[in-house]
């Protein structure tokens, strides 16, 4: 069974950090990882993804001041979340794709975690 459990969201003040972690488990493989984030009123969107090989793409609005990466080893996704804007509140969810053990090619999402930045 897939499962991608996400930890780390919280409240903080404009120009603090958080650091958001995904863990998965339930896969064979793990080809692409990535962070969305959707506001209230406002549809989801990639906030920035990172490929098996480390390759990353970012969204415009967040770029050189979040850092995505990876722990291949523990299954793990991270976003380190620095210089943040009353903007960036959403609900955080974390993705992954890759085979299941069963041969199948999945998408799996988090339940979500709640990033509030006060101004």
Known sequence: QVQ???SGGGLVQAGGSLRLSCAA???FSINLMGW???APGKQRELVA???SGGSTN????VKGRF???RDNAKNTMYLQMNSLKPEDT???YCNAEGLLYSGSYVSN???GTQVTVSS
């Open 90 to 92: 959403a609900v955080y």
């Open 58 to 61: 970012y969204a415009d609005s």
């Open 49 to 51: 993804h990172i490929a």
């Open 25 to 27: 488990s339930g896969f």
């Open 36 to 38: 969305y984030r959707q």
């Open 67 to 69: 850092t995505i990466s």
């Open 109 to 111: 999402w988090g339940q």
């Open 4 to 6: 991608l459990v996400e």
